[in-house]
């Protein structure tokens, strides 16, 4: 089946289901026929069997199932779960494979509370961090030692929207026998589905795009084969899990995801082609556009592109005239969030520590909602008065 009748199909094959949506189940017990039936449950956990019946909520109601069936089916995955936020799959995704002494490797256009975490929190559990070039293609094996065991894409770059050579670098960890993880929040599992091109663990902030209406907060892990039995021991033994309720509305922001993106997209090159004929712009950061340095491996390897980018302004317009650009915006709002139906335009100070970047003026970030592309162009016109006004 093709992606987008995955997208409304997924999980919906379960004979038990009467209604178009899985019921939304909540519990914690689950109340067993008798005695053998209880030690039969929890052997067959035991003995790595992630089917129903489950022996306890934790493993997943209905509404969860339903969920990760199709999240994996859109992936091309072996299994998927579901957590309260995407920065907890982005550290989780990192932890289930590290131990004392190890070491990781995360790319310096990483999203911050990712970088935060492997910086402070990783080495209380003696596990340290090497931030590499994102655009290191075949010289990331001068990084690896022999207790690298986690090689962490993000894919475009968080922020700064670097495309990352992701079969290669993936190819590489396998060789030196490490996990890798890509946080591909940007290109959706619509998009670009990366354990089919050797990723182990594909992460989502569900939060974003599967969510689409701003009012979800979730992470998603989807595994191979090979990596899922550390994860699952990982994730049962911290004995994390998210609610039916958030799995529900995850399912359903899947359902309509294709008709979003699309005109997100849409929406994004029109501002896009906008913002380029004004003169205090650099440069837009957007890999599906053909200027972007990404373009060529975006066009390789990903079959869309969403609604986020960013701008690069030449150097010149003042501190307040900045902010006068962003504070007057009517139709843009100021959150630090993506992905949603509503269009959000943010500052961007991007941290760095391997290779400085390029761009000398302000930076901001826009994710292109879903209202009339006139009606935002015209706010954006406003704001770049504003900055002139300034001048
Ligand atoms: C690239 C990326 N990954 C992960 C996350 C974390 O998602 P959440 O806000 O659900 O924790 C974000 C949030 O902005 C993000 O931009």
Redesign the pocket.
Known sequence: MKKNTLLVTGGRDRETFDFVNPPLTRGSTVLHESVADMRERVRRRNAGDDGEPVAYGIYGTPTHQAFYEALTALEGGHRSWALP??????TMAILAYVQQGDHVLVPDSV?W??RRFCRDTLPRYGVSTTFYDPRAGAEIERHFTPTTRVLFL?SPG?LTFEMQDVPLLASIARRRDAFSVI?N??ATPLYFQPLKVGVDVS??????YIGGHSDL???TLTCNERAWPRMRETLHHYGLTTSPDDCYVALRGLRSMAARLAQHRATAEKLIAWLKQQPEVERVLYPADPDDPGHALWKRDMSGASGLFGVALKPGPSERAFHAFIDGMRLFGRG???GGFESLLIPMSPERTVVPLPYKGWLFRISAGLEDADDLIDDLGAGFARLRAQA
């Open positions: 936020s995407g920065l907890a799959a982005c999203y509370p990712t993000e968080s946080d929040t940007w992460v989502h902030a569900a939060t974003k907060l979730m992470g630090y969030s993506w």
